[in-house]
């Protein structure tokens, strides 16, 4: 079986520890301290929240906002969710309570509950209040502290322009609950949590996610690979600068070199071929997203995988025709905000996927 995955929220072995952070993030939902969690995309914050959560042993549940439709829709996953910590016979006790009443069904042998509501228009509210309220009523009855888990939370902005406001007034009154909230729109985030103007200023400690240390990275992928009797030491290194440390891409390339692989000690020729092999593998993808690009962001991109660094110079726009700084700025602000780029405080601008790096590198 491949010892390397990537793609979904990983655990177990194919996790490596991340002890720090699952430590600290624990300590902190135990005492109640709501958190907002940000990286940019794929560098593991799903899959973090996940252990810490099995670490916790305390009651939760995750609401990924990228599969909600509108309110009702998040009411019916809400009330859902929170009913499955109670026990079975309080159910009926807080659905009792719930002014908009929904459909029930109950799986009689696993006690498993689907409930679904179809609010009129001048229900949505009440119902929406409602569902937020639950929660806490359960945590309270229970006498044990629930989590909620909002994953890619800066889609609260596409649900409704009021959802934010509802949710911070009546969060801001729960006791039992702590709530993380996960973004991978930084921009999105520091504006919903960061913006005194609005709702959600300053309600949880923000973490930074990084990528997964190199050192840590390393034995995990030595590791992983000696356990299928094959020596990754000479190659480790590479594979690493190659992909920066990011979790999923480095994920991804030992997967294609663990297919490849034929030979028991892994030489540096395995890199190259597996780097090929993605790039062929996602030409279809990587075509479409090029083609996506505008003539000037396609200018910024071939400037940078040429080496250039430094998009908003003079030497770069005149080099690349482009404009003016200010353009090549505002296609740089934008392409980070939509995590094709990478700019991290004192670190130069980087194209997110080293694969289509390759791939356009390839095919121009
Ligand atoms: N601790 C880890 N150890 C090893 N690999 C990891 C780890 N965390 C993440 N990965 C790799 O990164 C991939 C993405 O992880 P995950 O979905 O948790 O990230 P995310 O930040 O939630 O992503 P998204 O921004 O898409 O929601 C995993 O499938 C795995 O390949
Ligand atoms: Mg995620």
Redesign the pocket.
């Known amino acids: 079986m491949n010892p ?7 655990t177990g072995q ?5 002890e720090k952070e699952i430590k600290e993030l624990v300590s902190e939902i135990k005492a109640g301290q709501h958190i907002v969690l940000m ?10 929240v ?2 810490a959560m099995k670490d916790s042993g305390m009651k939760w549940f995750r609401i990924n906002m990228e599969l909600i439709a509108d309110e009702v829709d998040l009411a019916n996953y809400y009330v859902r969710n929170a009913l499955s910590l109670s026990k079975f016979e309080r159910i009926k006790h807080y659905l009792k309570d719930l002014k908009v009443q929904p459909y029930i069904q109950i799986q009689p042998e696993t006690n498993e509950i689907s409930v679904s509501f179809s609010a009129e228009k001048r229900n949505i509210s009440t119902l929406l209040s409602d569902s937020l309220q639950l929660p806490e009523t359960i945590a309270k009855n229970m006498k044990k502290r629930i989590v909620i888990v909002f ?2 939370f800066q889609e609260i902005r596409r649900i409704s322009s009021m959802l934010e406001r509802k949710m911070r007034g009546i969060f801001q009154y729960h006791q039992n609950i702590t709530y993380v909230f ?1 973004g ?1 729109q930084e921009s999105m985030i520091r504006e919903i949590f960061q913006n005194k103007k609005n709702p959600f200023y300053k309600f949880g400690r923000h973490i930074t ?1 990084h990528k ?1 240390a190199a050192p840590e ?1 390393s034995d ?1 992928i030595i590791k992983r690979f000696s356990a299928q009797k094959i020596d990754a030491s000479k190659i480790i290194k590479d594979i690493l600068r190659f992909t920066g440390c990011h ?2 891409y ?3 390339l030992c997967h294609e070199i663990y297919i490849l692989n034929e030979k028991k000690i892994l030489v540096r020729g395995i890199i190259n071929n597996a780097v090929d092999q993605i790039v062929t593998e996602h030409h279809a993808d990587y075509s479409r997203w090029w083609n996506s690009l505008t003539n000037t962001e396609r200018k910024v991109i071939i400037g940078l995988t040429s080496g250039d660094c430094n998009p908003t110079s003079q030497e770069f726009i005149r080099k690349y025709g482009i404009k003016s700084t200010s353009t090549s700025g505002s296609v740089v602000s934008k392409l980070v905000t939509l995590g094709t780029l990478v700019k991290k405080e004192r670190e130069r601008i980087k194209i997110e996927d080293p694969f289509w790096e390759k791939w356009i590198l390839k095919n121009r």
Request: glycine residues 6%; aromatic residues 22%.
């Open positions: 390397f995955k990537f793609g979904n929220v990983v194919y996790f490596t520890d991340r990286s940019p995309r794929r560098y593991g914050k799903s899959s973090l996940n252990e994953d890619e996960i991978s996610l997964i990275f995990f979790p999923y480095t994920q991804q």
